[in-house]
């Protein structure tokens, strides 16, 4: 250490340093013009000249180049020293007079207009980029000539190919002497262009070292090293020379790791569609964007902040057209001959979310053949999206995007339903683009030997729809067939299943125990308050004035401790602060840093190390919600990072140790429904080794599925549910339980008692998790003659005949079909998803049974999603004639003698006809079974329509909000077989992850009763969504309230609901909240 | 009205408006100084004696998010 006097203050620096330096260490302020903290000084501007006395006499040096030394004194603002820069900077504004940067030095220096004849040069020739060039391994530019001719210059004024267009000369020019296209102008032979975010598809740059996303796990920056310049070059390092932990090292190499497992799962996702090979989508034109794109434009963290403009002139759009089908259902242009499935709902949501943006001026078209929404709840936001968003649907795809010459718009040619031809003008067009499977997965999957089907996606079988082609391997999410994030979310815990059935015999034969520390008490002593100041590298240092904080903290009531981190949350730092809490006997720890939401339970962990109970915690959030969002009001975010540190000391003074409960499990499942899906689930918690009772109430297994007839697939269903069928009826693990009712549920997740009655007979079955699959049924028609006939059938009817293989049905001369019998109408407001693949497929086997047949098929929308578009396509090549009729003028049947007359007006001709038909097949609609008395057994939520409502429509598709509880199958939603037999395994998958445990732990921050003060008026029992309270049935506090900690979320609404004050939120209670508050009053 | 800014005490759910406020500051967005927050586990802890206590300790609005 060397000890000096900077403007008479002691201070100290290390060997080596210069005096610039250790002044911004000192927060002494120096200005420099030609000091970068990546580059060796050069002492090049002279602005930080300052006054040095070496103990005989007084000199001036630059500070930025000028080691310091034992005894020197510094002085760095006399009047001497200030005369010296203010001459230097009235030279610089004589040679640069309309550079910002040194008009606004000139006016700190009280200059007007410099004394000497001014140039109009801008450049300085303080050589940041020289040297950052050289730093930068290129050396592409220098200073050339000498005298006044000196200037910064490629050699002989050449343009070079030894410049590799970084930019960082650029970057670092802080007159703006030196652009971007300057260097493509004049300096680089190349044609560098700038790194493109993938996040932001293009619509943004992005560094060389980046985090790929906002909320990308891990959250840490990575070096791409196909464009970072040490890579190119081996110079630079800059970013390992700044990091203060040292932990980038630009040596590291790919590894080849070995790994043996006895299943593998592929989830390697989609690629969007690239339309620009389309050329007469014009996609090169500024305004046609494509879905993607949009998708960033809409983001508040996109790359417009989300404000909607067009990309041309950055102008608010006013009319926004939609494009669907790009790169799908197309074989001319791009041969994706399937549907890609999320296109028409990610449109309207688009459409719907701009609108929200920009105000309902906005005007939204959305092109379209079919309107595909066969997801749950879709339906519902199609039509608000037409009567409430007030959205344009179009139904036509158009072919060619015009730009309008000598505008920005873009013109759109179409004919509308009435057969009129009409030319509209757009600001922006979206190219909906669909999904397909990247070059390098095919050649992946051809590596690994497993079969794709016609459109490169995974190919699987529908009753095993996560399994691929060879044994053992296992596909989910869009790689398996385009699809949304509730069916790939469904098919990764579906292939997690089938992953863990094969190797179900190794479970828990690698867990390794945890060292326990044993737990201080702390009861009856004074607080002792460890706070823990986190300066997070620069992103908290850089804002707030930590030790400042440090210093605040120290004479806060109780605090005993302060310390401030350079990073907290590093292995190094954990450990030294369990050291610290144990050595100071700490009991109450506060750490200011990031946010609790990542990072409590790290910090927890420290505590638990420390000896100490995890809840004398308190974190308060001075990053994400102060030096981040405050950058620049570095004084005020400092005040108020003292105010959050006081308020949760305030808080952690008043934290007790909390208890977490410990609950043992029950490993036995329970299925609710013996049809497809309660088989698959049971199966699939057999195989993974759990006890399993499966209950139907009828007589048989099979449900719906025993009147099925063939698959999408062209499967025999009979065949393969009689294999299931079998398989479950032969485990080992599965009880079967037929003609079987449940009479009542008590109990919680890991605990439940149910009562049977089995063939009248009752009995008691005790299980830890259940899965509800109680199906669906069909809607019996009232409408289209159905029942005044026995030619007009339902699609299950028609079913039946097929697998009775009745005869008569080849010498049929004419069938028709009716789709969206009882669904998509008012009351029934959601499409069953599977009458239009199960129609055509019954279509094909009417032709196949006579091919001279006429079929004709009566529809509003076909919904052949995913591959299952080919079977539309094979149906229209086979002759199959498709009607479109509308909800308001839906076709009229009569029962005649020689045939059943349907009139329905064409959507071509526009006028209504009439079929003579010897077989009408109703496409009904599909309604749960809604099974009212089992939902309140298990406290389980129904929509309007009777489905079971899951945890979270996108990330909890398979269970429930009530702990220990699963759903799967048309329970659920109408969903064909393939869909129904994943989400089973999906089902069975979560409830493994409770199973597999002996016990769970409930959170100590949970709601607990004070009988003493509880009145017994049942608002806490009314008002839980989770079931915690009940009345006590026995004890002394019999009749008054209790919470049972295994169901308590300790989301707080019964204690705010509580009249008598009885209830008490552990962690959160109201003198811990209102302490917080009361130290509001110094506040801000 | 003046041009002093006002003293906002806030309380935020724990699992959305908390996160949003916390993603506000991932994606660099920048706000005024004036607000101080306090967590909650859910909006259904609100109590009015929170609001009332922040009033009294002098803020001039109090926001509850969740």
Redesign the interface.
Known sequence: MITFKLNGQTVQGEEGQYLLQVAENYGVYIPTLCNHKALEPAGMCRLCTVELFDGRRTKFVTACNYPIWEGMEVQTDTELVHEGRKLIVEMLLARCPDVPVIQELAKKYGIEKPRFETEDNTCILCGLCTRVCEKMGNSAITLTSRGLDLKVDTPFHLQTDICQGCGACAFLCPTGHITLDKINELITTRQPEKIKSEYDVGLKGRKPIYVPY??AVPNTPAIDRDVCMHFKTGGCQICADICPVNAIDHTMEDETVELNVGSVILAPGFQPYDPSKLDFYNYNHPNVITSMEMERMLS??GPTGGHLVRLSDHQEPKKIAWLQCVGSRDMNRCNNAYCSSVCCMYAIKEAVIAKEHAGDDLDCSIFFMDMRTPGKDFEKFYEDAKTKSGVNFVRSRIHTINPVADTDELELRYVTENGEPVTDRFDLVVLSIGLEIAPELIELSQKLGIELTPGNFCDTKTFSPVSTSKEGIFACGAFQGPKDIPQSVIDSSAAAAAAAEVIAKARNTRTKEKEVVPERNIIGERPKIGVFVCRCGINIAGVVDVPAVVEYAKGLPYVDFVDENLFSCSQDTQDNMSAIIAEKELNRIVVAAC???THEPLFQETLINAGLNKYLFEMT?I???DS??????PE??T??AK??VR?AVAKVARMQPLEESELPINHTAMVVGGGISGMAAAKSLADQGFETHLIEKSDHLGGQGVNLYHTAKGESVSENLDKLIESVRQHDLIHLHLNTEIQNVDGFVGNFQTTLSENGKEEQLEHGAAVLATGAVPYIPTEYGYGEDPRILTSLELDKKFNENEAGLEKINDAAFIQCVGSREPGRMYCSRVCCTHSIENALELKRRNPEMNVYILYRDIRTYGEKEYLYKQARQEGVIFIRYSLDDKPQVEVKKDGISITVTDHILNRPIELSVDLLTLATAIIPSADEKLANFFKVPMNEDGFFIERHAKLGPAEFATDGVYLCGMAHYPKPIDESIAQAKAAASRAVTLLSQDSIHSSG?IAEVDPTKCASCGVCVSVCPYSAPSFAEEGRFAGKAQINPALCK????C??SCRSGAIH?K??D?DQ??S???E??E?? | MSDREP?I?SFLC?WCS??A???????????P??I???????T????A??IL??LR???DAVWVSG
Not at chain 2, 36 to 42: G, H
Not at chain 2, 44 to 47: A, L, N
């Open positions: 906002p909320q508040a963290s946010t609790p939401k959030n990053r994400n919600q981040w969002v405050h950058k620049n009001n005020l975010a005040e108020k105010d959050l308020m921050t300790g989301c707080g609404l204690v705010a939120l962690g959160f109201t909240i209102m917080q508050i009361f509001m009053d506040a801000i | 003293k005490l724990n908390y996160g406020a916390d993603l506000a500051g991932v994606s660099r967005m920048e706000y100084t004036n101080r927050v306090i967590r909650i586990p859910c259904g802890r609100m109590s004696k929170f206590a922040g300790q002098g803020a």
